[in-house]
């Protein structure tokens, strides 16, 4: 009986004294493990590319998109805005299209409007001759490269400023390209280079302004630009020469730069990445042909298109 109590004493006594243990805060329980538990958030990462738009004397105005083309997401690839090909063995290799309609159906985060490029039917459409509409046969003038396979060459000695991407996803600006480079997957031509090897090429100082679309790439070719100039629309932007578009891409840190399509072609598309949605970010000079105040998208051959992947970039 006497034992008995005393086991029971000494139980009571470490229970007190562990009690008064936890409450002093010298012994705390242990938490329970963890089971699969979920990683901390990753923080949100700006994506590798910029938009703003500019204005300067002129007065010149649009929108810039500078691309970190070194990185792991980020592809540059050529497109033809709507490759279906309505004439078989005949000329064109496709159809026309907006390059918003393009830069949806590749889901390209940035795109611009590329190639010089033909439409050779005239349609009588509600009382107009029109070319430039959605469907009509077309074909790139100069060179398209697309998924390592040549779709249009130069004839001649014009259009040979080139936009190249390599299979390893390098982008480079060459001038008088006569064959297209081994290891070549993208290419598409301009009419000039308007900086070349970090120095403009025309000296012309009253140049006439147009709309322009321009590509430029910095010395390390790590970064891209795409602007759109806007341009024939007074009081807002007149557009560039081209002496004042090499000196404006030299101002951004281009090395070298090409004059793609530009006047009413000139249209840079933007994808929200949270919504899903697509705009045009800068002001075309396009109008309605109906005669409405309303700036237009013109239907066009090609696209440059930037991709952003969840996962590292591959080749297509």
Request: charged letters at 20%; one cysteine or more; glycine letters at 10%.
């Amino acid at each position: 009986m006497r034992r008995r109590l005393k086991r029971q004493l000494f139980a009571r006594l470490v229970q007190l004294v562990l009690l008064g243990a936890v409450g002093s805060g010298c012994a705390q329980p242990l938490p329970a493990p963890a089971v699969n538990a979920p990683p901390p958030a990753a923080k949100n990462e700006p994506p590798p590319y910029q938009i703003e738009r500019f204005a300067v004397a002129g007065p010149m105005a649009g929108v810039i998109a500078k691309i970190d083309v070194g990185h792991a997401r980020i592809a540059t690839k050529v497109v033809l805005a709507d490759d279906r090909d309505p004439d078989g063995d005949g000329p064109c290799v496709g159809q026309l299209e907006t390059p918003t309609v393009a830069a949806r159906k590749h889901d390209f985060v940035i795109t611009l409007n590329a190639s010089f490029f033909g439409a050779p039917i005239a349609k009588d459409i509600m009382g107009k001759k029109v070319r430039y509409f959605v469907g009509n046969c077309t074909m790139p003038v100069g060179w398209h490269v697309s998924s390592g396979k040549t779709i249009s060459k130069p004839v001649g000695d014009k259009l040979r400023a080139v936009l190249l991407v390599a299979d390893d996803g390098k982008v480079t600006i060459r001038d008088n390209v006569m064959e297209i480079p081994a290891g070549t997957r993208y290419a598409v031509s301009g009419n000039a280079l308007v900086l070349k090897a970090g120095k403009p090429t025309s000296t012309d100082e009253n140049g006439t302004r147009h709309p322009r679309s321009v590509a430029g790439i910095s010395a390390d070719a790590k970064t891209l630009w795409l602007v759109a100039v806007d341009g024939r629309q007074d009081g807002y932007s007149r557009g560039a020469s081209m002496k004042e578009l090499g000196d404006f891409m030299l101002k951004l840190g281009a090395f070298d730069a090409v004059n793609l399509d530009g006047g009413g072609s000139t249209a840079l598309i933007v994808k929200d990445l949270r919504t899903g949605t697509f705009a045009v970010a800068n002001q075309p000079s396009e109008t309605s042909t109906e005669g409405f105040p309303v700036r237009m998208e013109r239907p066009v051959a090609d696209v440059v298109g930037i991709s952003f992947s969840p996962q590292p970039a591959k080749p297509d």
